[in-house]
């Protein structure tokens, strides 16, 4: 026998080694050990996958475009325009009319009426205009008229609504009092913050700012921002003057622009 046949590790039965030549064979966990977790973890990877990419592929064509099903059920729906999927209750939706190149984000309840095929007075109930954008989770609840610009853009989970339930007569709950409806406008080019309701009789000029939060009733003039419960003005443009702080016009100056 030679001496490589007597060395250690050249036989037909040795064990392996690892890389400080120490035997590694009685050291590699049993497969029996892993191989349930392995086999679960693999599974919750392609279930994992399979769950995701289902979700991308119904949210790329579960959105709604010009020429689909649910955008012809509506008054108008403008070229370019998008209702992100998934879609929040929508119903009236021919009393509604939506502009060009207009999205309208997941989650976002859009409805003229109070039950899906009630005969409405005035058309369009809700009228969105062109290049808006309406944040995820939003309500436009409209029953007679909210106007909402172009070039508008909300946050998530706006409230706009032209009615409110009457409260008058104290013998009576308050839900089977008669409702009051008084129009909304909201002007071109503004911006809804994030959780704003909007309530009946609101009309906002152009290029308006409403901070996060506010709840707004009244009307206001172009070129200024609200905040607070209820909304106030707290900055304005004055042409001649600039940012001026307050509704006033004589208010002190404010340096740098809205934010």
């Not at 020429?67 to 209702?83: E, H, I, P, Y």
């Not at 999205?103 to 005035?122: F, H, I, K, N, R």
């Not at 409209?142 to 409260?167: A, K, L």
């Not at 290029?207 to 607070?228: E, K, Q, S």
């Amino acid at each position: 026998m030679s001496a490589a046949e007597q060395e250690p590790g050249h036989g037909a039965d040795a064990p392996e080694t690892g890389g400080n030549g120490r035997a590694t064979a009685g050291l590699l966990p049993h497969p029996a050990v892993t191989s349930g977790r392995d086999l679960r973890r693999l599974g919750h990877r392609w279930l994992h996958l399979l769950i995701h990419t289902g979700w991308d592929w119904m949210t790329r064509h579960g959105a709604t475009g010009p020429g689909d099903r649910l955008a012809d059920r509506f008054g108008a729906f403008g070229k370019g325009s998008c209702l992100a999927f998934p879609t929040g209750a929508v119903f009236g939706e021919q009393w509604i009319s939506i502009g060009e190149d207009t999205l309208v984000g997941p989650y976002v309840s859009l409805s003229a009426g109070m039950v899906p095929g009630q005969e409405m007075v005035t058309y369009p109930v809700v009228r969105i205009g062109d290049r808006t954008m309406i944040g995820r989770g939003s309500h436009i609840v409209g029953h007679f008229s909210i106007d909402i610009g172009s070039d508008v853009q909300t946050g998530p989970y706006v409230y706009i609504t032209d009615q409110n339930h009457g409260y008058e007569n104290p013998d009576e709950v308050v839900h089977v009092q008669w409702p009051n409806d008084v129009p909304v406008i909201v002007g071109d080019g503004s911006w809804i913050g994030t959780g704003v309701v909007i309530l009946p009789g609101t009309e906002l000029g152009r290029n308006t700012v409403v901070a996060a939060g506010a709840v707004v009733r009244g009307t206001f003039p172009d070129h200024c921002v609200l905040a607070g419960v209820p909304a106030k003005v707290v900055r304005r443009y004055v042409p001649g003057s600039g940012w001026v702080a307050g509704s006033a016009a004589g208010a002190p100056e404010v340096t740098g622009s809205p934010d």
